[in-house]
């Protein structure tokens, strides 16, 4: 029994959900019409130069359809690939779901918790995008529903972040985290191993400072080139920029970075799928997440790993 209460290697996203729920909580993803600020002027324009919305967006999603009809979609699609789900998560996921006004974010979040089957939201956005209304609206909806925020950071080094036109540093993030994980709410962040010029040393490093921001949840993602984005281009003009690991060099990296970090940190996940249109440069082809997390659990056990091995010690001493 490891420190997070079972028997799994890693502290995962599921056993966190059964254990706040008592059953498993699916994640469905809505597309409810928000923007981002690094496109429209405001922070900058054209976008980060890795993004492409669609590449990981589901396809009953978009196309002009209400939040509700698109849960209501979203439900049976999940229903027929996770019958053992019991209620949902609506999660809030193209660009940046906290830029607009509190009263339209209101309507759509309610929109989404009207549902009978859905359990609370999370709301996915920027570390610039968050503000104190913004933040008062959540922690009201979350007096009597499950509420989360999880932000993208994508990268410690503010070296990359200027460089994949992120439009905002690391202290923008740590600051925003910091002040969501006071006001009580479940903190999620998202970072992108593996931008051009980054090593494995950093990339382990950087668990260090992961590990200092009050966080619930983490997702770590392997880099993928999207076709039409400006990462493409950059790929085309000098590929010997980018480093595309192998299935087993990557688990390697995971491993290394699980054992590092801290143990009450959940893992929602380590790796990304999008469909096969989307794919510029080399890529894992046809490999599912599913087998990855097999993949991982395999080589754990051969390495007899287990996340936080290396940050127990500390961990228990705080």
């Known amino acids: 029994m490891y420190p997070w209460g079972d028997t799994r290697r890693f502290n995962s996203y599921a056993g966190y959900f059964r254990r ?7 994640k469905l993803s809505v597309d409810a019409g928000f923007t981002c600020p690094n496109r429209d002027g405001t922070v900058g324009w054209g976008g980060c130069t890795f993004c492409d919305n669609g590449a990981f967006t589901p396809s009953y999603c978009g196309g002009g359809k209400s939040v509700a009809r698109q849960i209501a979609e979203g439900i049976d699609f999940h229903r ?49 995008c968050m503000d104190g209304a913004t933040l008062d609206l959540l922690c009201d909806i979350a007096r009597d529903r499950y509420v989360a925020v999880e932000y993208g950071i994508e990268s410690t080094s503010d070296r990359t972040l200027r460089a994949v036109n992120r439009g905002h540093d690391f202290d923008c993030a740590r600051r925003a985290v910091e002040r969501t994980a006071a006001r009580g709410l479940p903190v999620g962040a998202h970072f992108i191993l593996g931008f051009p010029g980054e090593t494995d040393e950093q990339l382990v490093g950087q668990t260090e400072r992961i590990n200092a921001l009050p966080l619930t949840t983490v997702k770590f993602h392997q880099l993928q080139i999207f076709r039409g984005t400006p990462m493409a281009a950059e790929y085309d003009a000098d590929p010997a920029r980018f480093r595309f690991w192998e299935i087993g060099e990557y688990l390697d990296l995971i491993v290394e970075i699980l054992r590092r970090l801290r143990p009450d940190l959940v893992v929602e996940r380590f790796a990304s799928e999008a469909p096969p249109r989307y794919h510029y440069g080399r890529n894992w082809g046809l490999v599912r997440n599913e087998q990855l997390w097999a993949m991982l659990e395999k080589r754990l056990e051969e390495r007899n790993a287990y996340q936080g091995e290396i940050f127990i010690p500390l961990w228990h001493n705080r």
Request: proline residues 7%; hydrophobic residues 35%.
């Open 80 to 128: 027929n690939r996770y019958r053992t789900a019991q209620r949902y998560l609506v999660y809030f996921q193209s660009y940046s779901n906290t830029y607009a006004p509190p009263g339209r974010l209101r309507a759509l979040y309610g929109e989404a918790l009207a549902h009978p089957d859905v359990a609370g939201i999370v709301v996915g956005t920027r570390p610039d």
């Open 20 to 26: 706040l729920f008592g059953g498993r909580v699916q």
